[in-house]
């Protein structure tokens, strides 16, 4: 058999190509070429340990192996988590389709209208079934979210309550335990306190901003909320709910009731368990809070030619904009999640969803009569789908008996469990379930059988709980229920957009690099797919198997002595890496050290990370070059040295240059107290060269999304595990529900106790097949393509960084500014321009104003290279012909960018410029063009004119 033949699939260019590039560069080898890159202290002194790559086959036979040693038990735990049916026509051309998994984040509106409405649909979705007005695009998981609306609350203080020091927030003890955790995770270095407890009006005084409660909460039980929210608005205390969406098609929505927040996880609405994510967490809440919500808004706006048009509102990536005073550091959303649950609703429709509900209820009902024959006593009054069960002694025995017969229920304690139902639960199981119980009471247990007539009549809650008001009113709830339909508004919205599975995507920081199907394959797989986070430890072998191998080719990989999985965003690992070393710091009683240290040319998130950890941020200065000034940080830390406790930096750094003072400004951190954190936005151009452990640093979270392949999926799922050396190992993350972490373990980052562990067989197939040289290899030609493009534009575009001998790491600035005094050309333009040419833009004005950032990722071959160059060089001419006078300043091909078939074929074209040259500006697109659906965005209008849900039906009557 022919072994270890993935890199040629991965690796874009061929040997012969790679000989061309090298020429261009004026190279005559690779070796030669890192040489000139490539600070010599850096560098490893020997290969990656981590054995040669596997073919397709092999890997995919492994992963069965693994797959193989989890167990397929029915699970009824809850918590959050259920089994869910995702509709086949979902799974095939969504879940399994690169046109939805590859495309980026909709930064570029234009190419993005087909993604933008799948996430407006999501919205409209959430604000619909919650009931508040406004919905974002979907936030990491349920536990984040509460956490997210807690701080929301927090910075919404009426100015009396910040004057008399208000800062406790309550927490219901009826909230799930994760999410509790979650919440005291973020609340502690931001001084919030943290109370929980049961809840009732009269024990929250005016010393609280705010309250979360559960809807049904935890044990499943219904409570009339109304006079108590009631209550707590009197006295200026905030509300969040974290609810069941499935459940809030039958009972009653909070939005209804008075709360301020509604939050939760649309997991159930279609998305596999995946033994815990990823999954799309909601957040929607009042107009109120309209300038405060956390995370991406959809709105529509309209675009230059006067058509509706979607694009992203007002807190996009605002933590790039106020950095250090961002109110969140939220960069990753769960995009691709969300759109399989917008879809779900889609397909299912109102009434659909309100049949599997009913379904679900219908069956608890049967199963608590059953129960109480069998001797077992239900607690609940009022329920949904979760049933909280007293057996005197003996709910372990149950427990157990359960396993037996290949269910799992939820222990609660000695005298009570619990047991969620869900869509996929039949008769059948109910009456297994009874039997069980039977089995410990010893009562008689004769199957139950249903009379639909009488079954139908059941009820579960009080009349006064019944939700009264419609919900997915909208048309796209109401059109696509065959699956003829559904397939093809799906492959409807797709075309618009433009994904990796039709174009380079030259992003530079966020790394588009191939998401190979062999990777892809067990996303779909019932033996990854459909196991509970929280089942014992003996039924997801496989799943740890193979996160015990991730951990260690990783650490391998990295330098690092541990790593934790649990942070399910880059931003999350940026956060779950400052809290360990503010953990550590205070083991050794240096509490006090607060100072973050953080270059002018940081990732926004990296600032918004640090203050949400409780530090404080100073700026360090960068030199003309883009490198750190040593001087200036030396004088800092230095000024600081008794209360310094980090200093986070991106390597290669965000400029795209290997800074030969990196093992310097490390030296300077630590001589001063201080630990140092890598940012791993830029780990593609390490792997096997360097490591951020070798080169002294002492945590970095990895972006499994953009080095390790993981598909950005429309906007995420993202995943950003740290990494950390031994003296930090003891503090990594802990769960109350499964053991992982360190001994000194910081409470949870997110719900799940491996984050979003699901799409980790993504990246452990990339390294299992590339095997150590080919992840070197990779990283090699990463660098060689970015260098390639360089030589081949820098005579047309100024390049605004580079090392000492003119080179570049894996990705380059293209200084576009001068344009703005000679032809009124932004950025923006050219950006906009591209996507004529059939590409989505490079990275827009960041790290530095009017820049591109280019990065090429080694998956592209040397005609797509070159394709982009020659757009970009035709784009310099067109830029030209306005410097020259030939185009006119303001009515030209950029300006008026992007042009869509619409406005080509129109009558009436009013252009000083060809229809040809619009649309065809070179000749490769005559065999493959693509327009984009809509024409300039207006963001200005979007912004005065704020809506994020789908028209309401009265427009369509």
Known sequence: MITNNFVKRHIGP??????KMLQVIGVGSIDEMLYQILPDNIRLPEALKIGAGMNEYEYIQHLKDLGSKNKLFKTFIGLGYYHTITPAVITRNVLENPGWYTAYTPYQAEISQGRLEALLNFQTMISDLTALPIANASLLDEATAAAEAMIMFFNSRSRQQVKSGVIKFFVSDGVFPHTLDVVKTRALPLGIEVVSGSLDAGQLDDNYFGALLQYPDQFGNIHENKPLLESLKAKEIQVVVAADLLSLTLITPPGEWGADAVVGSTQRFGVPMGFGGPHAGFFSTTDKYKRSIPGRIIGVSKDAQGNRALRMALQTREQ??????????????????????????TYHGPDGLKEIARHINILSAVLVIEAEKAGVRQLNKAWFDTLHFELKDKAAEVCAAAVKEEMNFRLIDESHFAISLDETT????????IAVMASITGEQHQDYVCDPEFCGLLETFPASFRRQSLFLTHPVFNSYHSETDMLRYLKMLENRDLALNRTMIPLGSCTMKLNAAAEMFSLSWPEFANIHPFVPADQAAGYMELIENLERDLCEITGFAGLSFQPNSGASGEYAGLLVIREFLLSKGEGHRNICLIPSSAHGTNPASAVMAGMEVLVVKCDEMGNVDLDDLKQKAEAHKDTLAAIMVTYPSTHGVYEKGITELIEIVHQNGGQVYMDGANMNAQVGLTSPGFIGADVCHLNLHKTFAIPHGGGGPGVGPIGVAEHLVDFLPGHQFVKTGGRKAITPVSAAPFGSAMILPISYGYIKMLGGEGLTYSTIMAILNANYLKEKLKNHYPILYTGNQGTVAHEMILDCNLFSKTADV????????????????????????????VEPTESEPLAELDRFVDAMISIREEIRDIENGIADKSNNLLHNAPHTVGMVVNSDWNYPYSREKAAFPVAALQNDKYFTPVTRIDDAYGDRNLVCTCAPITDYM
């Open 14 to 19: 061929s040997k012969n190509e790679v000989d």
């Open 320 to 345: 790039h904009i106020k950095r250090e005073k961002a109110t969140s550091n939220i960069c990753t959303a769960q995009a691709l999640l969300a759109s399989m649950a917008g879809f779900y609703a």
């Open 426 to 433: 039949t008769l059948a199981d109910v009456n297994k379930i």
């Open 826 to 853: 932004a950025v923006i333009d050219i950006a906009k321009r591209l996507m004529d040419y059939g590409f989505h833009a490079p990275t827009v004005a960041f790290p530095v104003h009017g820049t591109l950032m």
